[in-house]
Nanobody
Framework: QLQLVESGGGLVQPGGSLRLSCAPSGFTADNYAIGWFRQAPGKEREGVSCISTGDGTSYYADSVKGRFTLSRDIAKNTVDLQMDSLKPEDTGVYYC????????????????WGQGTQVTVSS
């Protein structure tokens, strides 16, 4: 069965850092575009970042550009989201998802999803 497993969430103070990891099971991550999405209570799910197949171009939402970095670890078969200078508005459940046809901001297009990991930014 193909699935994704997220890890690395937690509670952090504003200005702090967290590193989220997305580990596919049953398939190879570099054959899919891998996106990270987040959802805060009462809000719609929004795209945070995505890394494409092939040249591995990464895309970022304007709200996280310059603070978040997305990368692939080919040896570990993971896609990692380094989050620095975290703000309270970054709080939410973070999901990784896989899409066979490239990066998209439309979360409904992604075929495979993880269960999510909670990120809370609070003093």
């Amino acid at each position: 069965q193909l699935q994704l497993v997220e890890s690395g969430g937690g509670l952090v103070q504003p200005g702090g850092s967290l590193r989220l990891s997305c580990a596919p099971s049953g398939f190879t991550a570099d054959n899919y575009a891998i996106g990270w999405f987040r959802q805060a209570p009462g809000k719609e799910r929004e795209g945070v970042s995505c890394i494409s197949t092939g040249d591995g171009t990464s895309y970022y939402a304007d709200s996280v550009k310059g603070r978040f970095t997305l990368s692939r670890d080919i040896a570990k078969n993971t896609v990692d989201l380094q989050m620095d200078s975290l703000k309270p508005e970054d709080t939410g459940v973070y999901y990784c998802a896989a899409h066979a046809h490239g990066c998209s901001t439309q979360w409904r297009l992604y075929e495979y999803w993880g269960q999510g990991t909670q990120v809370t930014v609070s003093s």
